[in-house]
């Protein structure tokens, strides 16, 4: 079988030669006759099938070969929505749809959280016809009145186990409700839990069945765990971990440019090479950090969450999440970087009492259980008691409970610019002489060496608590910063 006997229009067909494939695989054989015949499709496949392709150059052949729509605003409307767990997904689908449709007049676009919005709006307000997002993101701009999806004649759920693992079940349904009755909806995923076939059930209308792989053997998986750690025990913890696991690649995640330095700097002197990726780097370090990690000079990168979006690794055995994050899909987006394309993943969180209130957030955020488990010597000190944590001028609290009064609140502010000030006095910050002052942090809480405060009293008052959070549990002091999502 060759892609012109499954009568995809030639420049299609010619895109798709250039790129060197010459035979469709499995499910590009079954799903492209099946998806240009209009019908709803269930593809049981994960990465590494060509699975995009079975979706794209079908869709691709479609749209090519009737009317642009027309969009509220008299824009190109979207006729094609394609629903991913990650923004990395995101990104590499939407490349190929311009790949396999570069000698087409259609018009796509990405659209993900943690980067600003605003190019987006543009992209979407001058007109596209295939969408590739992420739920959350693309929710945003829909609440935003950004979005017209009235106009959506495709719609694809790719890898839905894991959007659904990722606990995007709400914003995938919210989204669903958006869309027109009448559509052609193609779900794929590498696994079949119950939770997926009443997705499947509710959505495909008399689907094609496709499956490429056995049902539910190589599943990918990834092992969360959790460590209550003390504060001052958490780079000789994760130092431990390494050793006593004898970790060869690592990714961990950081709240803090700074602390990225500091747990870089902590596990190179125990003998473990690490460097630390943030936006303070130039790019000639980053690029050295990322060359590194990837030919196993470097066996752990620290990075802060934004940094770590640039980084292309498929594969990574293990994540830790050595800060956890105030933000639960950051966690998420953290853990996606592990346990893909069949393979098996580890996501470690060390988390101090400190952090403990984000922790649950997280699993209510995930519907899911973290299992926690102690280590020996290296738990919560007698009498350690959560305090709150500085993020730049934000004080934030992770902590169970409610937050301590503002008084206490202010007070740990201050003694952590204080703190700041001091050291960028005494010169001792090890970005101010590790790194060049290239890039732009695009986060308020990566754009601060954010030291954690010291405050002493923790009254469990409840006043004046700092801005909202975003997940819904009412836990006060999680504001995202507007770029965040
Ligand atoms: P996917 O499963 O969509 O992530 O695709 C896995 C990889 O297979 C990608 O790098 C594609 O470029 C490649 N690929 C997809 N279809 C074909 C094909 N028919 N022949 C050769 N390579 C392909």
Do not use: C
């Amino acid at each position: 079988m060759t892609f012109e006997t499954l009568k995809l229009a030639p420049a299609i067909v010619k895109a798709v030669l250039e790129q060197g494939y010459t035979t469709p695989t499995p499910i590009q054989a079954q799903a492209i006759p099946a998806v240009l015949a209009g019908g709803d499709l269930l593809g049981g496949a994960q990465t590494g099938t060509g699975k995009t392709a079975a979706f794209a150059l079908p869709i691709l052949h479609r749209l090519a070969m009737s009317r642009s729509a027309t969009n509220r605003s008299g824009g190109t409307g979207i006729r094609a929505l394609v629903l991913t767990p990650t923004r990395e997904l995101a990104a590499q689908v939407e490349e190929s749809f311009r790949v396999y449709g570069k000698y087409l007049q259609l018009k796509s676009t990405v659209i993900f959280g943690g980067v600003g919005m605003n190019p987006q709006i543009d992209a979407l307000r001058r007109g596209v016809d295939i969408v590739v997002a992420t739920p959350g993101r693309l929710l945003d701009l829909q609440q935003q009145g950004k979005l017209d999806l009235s106009t959506v004649q495709v719609l694809v759920l790719d890898e839905a186990d894991r959007m659904l693992d990722m606990g995007f079940i709400h914003d995938i349904k919210k989204l669903l409700a958006l869309l027109p009755r009448q559509k052609q909806s193609l779900l794929f995923s590498a696994t079949f839990s119950d939770d997926i076939r009443e997705l499947a059930q509710g959505l495909l209308n008399n689907p094609a069945s496709i499956q490429v792989t056995p049902r539910n053997t190589t599943v990918q998986r990834i092992t969360q765990v959790a460590h209550p750690v003390g504060r001052a025990k958490k780079k000789a913890l994760l130092t431990h971990i390494i050793q006593t696991h004898a970790w060869s690649q690592v990714l961990v995640f950081t709240r803090t440019k700074f602390g990225a330095n500091h747990v870089a700097e902590h596990l190179s002197k125990a003998g473990i090479p690490a460097m630390a990726l943030h936006g303070n780097k130039s790019q000639s370090a980053r690029t050295q950090a990322l060359q590194g990690f990837k030919d196993g000079a470097i066996r752990a990168l620290v990075a802060t969450d934004i940094a770590a979006r640039g980084i292309d690794i498929d594969d990574l055995p293990h994540v830790v999440n050595y800060d956890i994050p105030n933000v639960s899909e950051d966690y998420v987006h953290r853990i996606g970087r592990t346990g893909r394309a069949g393979a098996s993943g580890e996501a470690v969180s060390l988390y101090s009492l400190d952090e403990e209130g984000w922790l649950a957030d997280i699993e209510r955020f995930t519907k899911q259980n973290i299992p926690r488990q102690a280590m020996d010597g290296f738990g919560p000190e007698a009498g350690e008691k959560a305090e709150p944590i500085a993020m730049g001028r934000q004080t934030i609290w992770g902590g169970v409970g409610k937050p301590p009064s503002r008084e206490v609140m202010q007070a740990a502010a201050k003694a952590a610019r204080t703190e700041m000030m001091q050291r960028m006095r005494d010169n001792k910050s090890p970005a101010s002489h590790k790194s060049a002052p290239a890039a732009v942090a695009t986060r308020h809480n990566e754009s601060r060496s954010t030291p954690r405060p010291h405050a002493s009293t923790n009254s469990p008052t409840n006043s004046n608590r700092p801005a909202g959070r975003r997940h819904g549990s009412g836990r006060p002091g999680t504001a995202r910063p507007a770029t965040g999502r």
